[in-house]
């Protein structure tokens, strides 16, 4: 099995999930607890729906594991950018 194909598409998911973000909200800059916030909230998505397909934890949309993985890895790329931008 060549994981190279499907590293490409995760990394192209991940690209395309930051151009939605910056449409949506334009490009972002916050303090760092805010970013934590937003990073912690975006891994609880991921626990519920991890949860999800065992049949417990509370009701939410946050169906897709792979799409809220996604969704993480975005975010995590944004603070990186602002690190970066702020020449940490």
């Known amino acids: ?3 190279e194909i499907f590293r490409q598409k995760v990394m192209n998911d991940i690209l395309a999930e930051r151009d939605r973000q910056d449409k949506k909200w334009g490009i972002q800059s916050h303090e760092y607890p805010i970013w934590l916030m937003i990073l912690t909230e975006e891994v609880g998505e991921v626990a519920q729906a991890m949860q999800k397909e065992w049949g417990w934890g ?6 897709n594991l792979y799409q809220e993985l996604i969704h993480v890895a975005a975010v995590a790329v944004s603070i990186a950018e602002q690190v970066l931008v702020e020449g940490d």
């Open 1 to 3: 099995m060549d994981y």
């Open 58 to 63: 509370k009701k939410s949309d946050a169906s």
